[in-house]
């Protein structure tokens, strides 16, 4: 055999043996993270659901913690300690939101020891609400030759001129609450009447379906905790995200406490 012949055959046979070499990776698993997810709405009771974050290869969505004492106490010192309802979901019967009342969350969970502060702002109220169905121009398929159906929800209200707002507006389909949080401050509107429009892509829209919107007047370090959520790669029950958002909670990493305002509109897909 031809010496450089040799030569060659050996080294492509190295390099298939090198190919086909198993490598196993070894993948960590997070330590599980309690989340709180806290709030309490004017004129409505708090809720709070308690749960621990799951690794990503896992079925379940959460787990939830059922025996933690969790009580809400405003700055007139009344207070309750929540009932459980079921899967991590506590609830008050007697305490309900006021207005410009400051509240206080105390979780005990075991050893571990979880608080927070928040403050329902003043009441901004809906100007408007529609709900409108649109179509790109020139339709939205690969050639721009088929119809591309989407409805703009849109939503009026008018900022208080003489105060700092922030606010959050939440969509819902059929009373089930979709991802995602629309967030703004009034630095560019105070004053002013703000038009803000979201956009619902969903194929199995039908008719008689309800399109829920819901708009919250929320304090500074709430609207920091949704802003953060961008910067996130994983949402708060994800122990596995990259970089844990920022949160008004003591004691844990992941979840918020939300005293807020809140007006609902709906609307039927005729």
Known sequence: MNFKL???VSIFTLLITACTEIIDVDINSAKPQTVVEASIALNEPAKVIISKSIDLDQSINFVGIENAIVKITDNTN?????KHIKSGLYSSTTLIGEKGKTYTLSIQNGEESISSLSTIPN?????????????YP??????????ANFLE?????TDPINEKNYYRILLSVNGIARSGNDISDDRFNNGKQVESTLIMFDSNLKTGDK?????????????EYF??????AMGPRNSSSPANPYTNLKGVLLGFFNAHTV?????ILP
């Open 6 to 8: 040799l030569i060659t």
């Open 78 to 82: 009344k207070s309750e300690i929540l």
């Open 123 to 135: 009441f901004v109220p809906i100007d408007s609400f529609k709900v409108e169905k649109s179509i």
């Open 138 to 147: 020139g339709g939205g398929g690969p050639m721009g030759d088929m119809p």
């Open 153 to 157: 929800i849109k939503i009026k209200y």
């Open 211 to 223: 399109i829920g919107i819901e708009l919250q007047c929320i304090d500074k370090n709430v609207f």
């Open 227 to 232: 802003k953060s959520m961008g910067n996130s």
């Open 263 to 267: 007006e609902r509109k709906e609307y």
